[in-house]
């Protein structure tokens, strides 16, 4: 069986440590929206489907859902305009 990798928080962030990670200038990128993007991922005929995968961190009950920076990085550069250079 596989496991998903053990998350460290160099590479892996809540959407709203992500959201921080992408803030830029007249670019509302919030965790909603990265929250979004992770839903529209999971749906199979979506042009974001399987980009943005997640992990549940270890926790108190389910524990925080974590998302790698540089999937969220490159969802945000198919999604918003103008964001081709991250």
Not at 50 to 58: E, F
Not at 60 to 73: I, K, N
Request: hydrophobic content about 40%; some cysteine.
């Amino acid at each position: 069986m596989l496991h998903a990798p053990t998350p460290t928080w160099e590479e892996w962030g809540t959407a709203a440590a992500c959201a921080a990670a992408l803030a830029i200038p007249n670019r509302p990128i919030t965790a909603l929206v990265i929250r979004q993007w992770a839903w529209r991922s999971r749906q199979p005929g979506d042009r974001l489907a399987g980009l943005l995968p997640s992990v549940r961190g270890k926790g108190p009950r389910t524990g925080p859902t974590l998302y790698r920076f540089q999937d969220v990085a490159r969802v945000a550069q198919l999604t918003e305009p103008g964001l081709r250079s991250l």
